[in-house]
C-alpha cells in the first residue's frame, strides 16, 4: 500500500499494483502514477502528475505550513506559552525574596539579644580584670612589707637593689607576690628583657597581667603599666617610692599604676610616661569611642587605677575630671582632691 500527493495537499491511498491515472477526489485533478518496475526497492515511490524525484512520504518539510502527524493522521498543534514557566519564574522570585527578607528580619530580631550577651560577656571580663589589679595592689603591698619600699619601675639582678640598671620591668619583680616564684625563677635577671633566654618568656604572661580583650598578636602584652615622669610618684626610672613618705597628699588619693590604652609587652621596662604640661595619657584598653565601652556600668567609658595603699579604683570619665584626674596623679601638689572623685 502507497500513497500519491495532490499538489492540493490531499493525500491518496493507492495500492502497488494500481496503474493508470488518478482523479484527486479533492480538486478534481487527474493524476498519472508511475511506480519503478524494479521490485527490490523497500519505499513506495510516489508521482504527482508528472515524473518528480521519489520520496519518502512521511517527509513534509516542503510544507511546513501542513504538516501532518504521519501515524495520527492530524494536524500537529502549534505551541503557545509555556504556563508553568510563566507561573515559575514569578513565584520563584517571589520565593527567594521572601527567604532573603526572613533571613535579615530575624538578624535583626536577634541582634538586641546578640549585644547584650557580649555586653554581659564584656562585663564578665571587666570584673576579672578588676580583680587581677586588685592582686596587684595587694603584691605591691607584700613587696613593699618585704623590701621597705615599692618597686622601681626597671631593674636588674636582684629587685630590692637601689640603682640597678633597668632591663627587666617591675612586673616581674612582683611575680614571687603573684604566686609565680617559678616563673620569677626562669629569668636571667642579668640580661635585657629581649635576650634570647628571657624573650621566651614573654609568653608565659601571668594571666593577672593580660588585657580585657586578648587576641593572637597582643597575647604577651599588658595594659597595666606605672605613671611614670615629672609630678608623679615615679619621676624616673630608679625611683623606689616608700609609703607614707612618697604620698604627702594622701596614699588612699594618689594613682600608683594605671590601664594604659597603649599596650607593652608585659616584662619591657616601660610605662605611661605623664607630662604636666601636655595632654593626659590614654587610658582604658577599650578606648574612649570603643562601642563596647559606651555605656558601660551605665556611665560611660571608664578606667581602672590603683592607688598607693593597695586598693584600686574605677574612673568614670564622664563624671571624673581631668583636673581632679591631674591632681590624684601628683602626690604632692598640696591640692585638694576635687569632689568628682568621691
Known sequence: MGVILCEC???IPMSREHA???TCPECG???ATLFEEARDSDSSKIQTGFPAPLRDPRDYSDRPRRRRAYLQDKPVSEK???????I???VGTVVIASTVIAYFVVQAALEPERKLEQHLELGIRRDEFRDNMKQIGKAMKAFHAAHGSLPSPGFSGD?????????LSWRVALLPYLNEKALFDEFHLDES???PHNAKLLLKIPAVYRPIKVDQATRHMTPIQLITGPDTVYPD???RPRVPESFPDGETETIIFVEAENLAPWTRPVDVVYDPKGPLPKFGTLGKDAPEARGFGGLGPCFIVGLGDGSIRFIYQSRVSERTIRSAINPNDGLPIGPDWK
Do not use: Y
Request: glycine share 12%; proline share 18%; net charge positive.
Open 9 to 11: 495537499g490531499k493525500t
Open 20 to 22: 493508470g491515472p488518478t
Open 29 to 31: 485533478r487527474t493524476l
Open 80 to 86: 503557545g506559552p509555556n504556563l508553568w514557566l510563566w
Open 88 to 90: 515559575g519564574v514569578p
Open 159 to 167: 629587685p630590692a637593689k637601689p640603682d640597678s640598671k633597668p632591663l
Open 193 to 195: 628583657w629581649d635576650s
Open 237 to 239: 626610672a630608679k625611683t
